[in-house]
């Protein structure tokens, strides 16, 4: 357990500074294609799934002192039940999400098939994709035309990014670390950024007009969009008058304002997600025993040298 919460402790202070790279770098890249975030999100809940910290010498981390023993030590004296604080905490967030979804699959035991992958429901009040392995869209009875071109538009784009499933993994990810409020950011960050992402996706080819309906629809359905803690992709979630805005400004970013952005994440994760090269154990012995040897020779060749002198010293008596 010890080794565990070590590990925990070291990918907690490598995942704090990834994440606050990426909320600097939404902030200076804010007109950067909406795409790229979401997959910076994802490197942060990647870094934060090693169970080892890897290592470079570009890295600007201080170098830890002790055994993962001993630095895992250090919550469990501050908090003498953190095992069971932290155990107690990742089974109650385990615990929702499969309440939840178990809640909502009962909601959708009446839902009609539409299409091949859509279903109508009177029972949401949103639309939105579940299903990890075979996602499903599920719309509320009685929508437009309009609306209906639109929501579909956009869950599939939820679909065809893979937002179904990243969204549980990183809701996993948030059970695991629930005591950092970083990462609490980043599960919020990481849900309006997916929202973003699609809208930019679905109304790439739309005019004038059918971004105006898309707009209508995202108002109409912001009030029943999920909780912030919902792993669903769902039509009205985020912030709905930033995504109206981004929406009717959507347009092709520079590449150069992309590229700029990539290289200043991996810059900082290279400096900041690694610890600094240790040297081999084995290496640092085998000195230690080299350095041994010579002088054991040495003070072996000074012994022969007092012995020869007290002989010669002898000798010189005898005669």
Same mark, same amino acid.
């Given at each position: ?43 942060? %809940? ?25 630095? *895992? ?11 069971? #604080? ?21 909601? +959708? ?7 091949? !992958? ?10 939105? #994709? ?42 996993? %990810?948030?059970? %695991? ?5 970083? #990462? ?44 912030? +803690? ?8 985020? #912030? ?20 700029? *952005? ?21 290496? !640092? ?9 010579? %002088? ?17 010293m002898h000798q010189s008596r005898e005669e």
């Open positions: 357990m010890r080794e565990l919460l070590a590990r925990l402790m070291e990918n907690s202070l490598a995942g704090a500074w990834l994440i606050a790279a990426v909320l600097v770098i939404r902030c200076i890249f804010r007109n950067a294609p909406k795409r790229l975030f979401p997959l910076l999100w994802c490197t942060v %809940i990647l870094r934060l799934m090693m169970p080892y910290t890897p290592q470079s010498g570009l890295s600007l981390m201080p170098v830890s002192g002790g055994t993962a023993e001993s630095i *895992a030590d250090t919550p469990l004296k501050a908090l003498p039940y953190g095992t069971i #604080v932290w155990v107690a905490g990742v089974a109650c967030m385990l615990l929702y999400g499969v309440i939840s979804y178990g809640r909502i699959k009962r909601k +959708l035991a009446t839902a009609v098939k539409l299409t091949a !992958d859509v279903y109508q429901s009177d029972c949401i009040q949103t639309p939105f #994709v579940l299903g990890f392995f075979s996602p499903r869209i599920y719309v509320p009875f009685g929508l437009e035309q309009a609306q209906t071109q639109s929501v579909l538009a956009h869950e599939r784009a939820h679909i065809k990014l893979r937002h179904h499933r990243i969204k549980p993994i990183a809701f996993v %990810i948030l059970s %695991i670390y629930w005591f950092h409020p970083l #990462v609490w950011v980043l599960y919020v960050c990481l849900g309006r950024d997916m929202e973003l992402n699609c809208d930019e996706l679905a109304v790439r080819n739309m005019n004038a007009y059918e971004r105006s309906a898309y707009c209508d629809t995202l108002l109409a359905f912001s009030s029943g969009a999920p909780d912030a +803690l919902s792993c669903r992709a769902a039509f009205g979630g985020g #912030v709905v008058k930033k995504r109206i805005r981004n929406v009717l400004s959507c347009k092709k970013s520079k590449r150069w304002v992309t590229a700029a *952005a990539v290289t200043a994440f991996a810059v900082i994760a290279l400096c900041f997600a690694t610890s600094p090269k240790q040297q081999n154990p084995s290496a !640092d012995f085998s000195a230690v025993q080299n350095e041994k040897d010579r %002088i054991e020779a040495e003070n072996a060749a000074i012994r022969q040298l007092i012995a020869l002198q007290e002989q010669t």
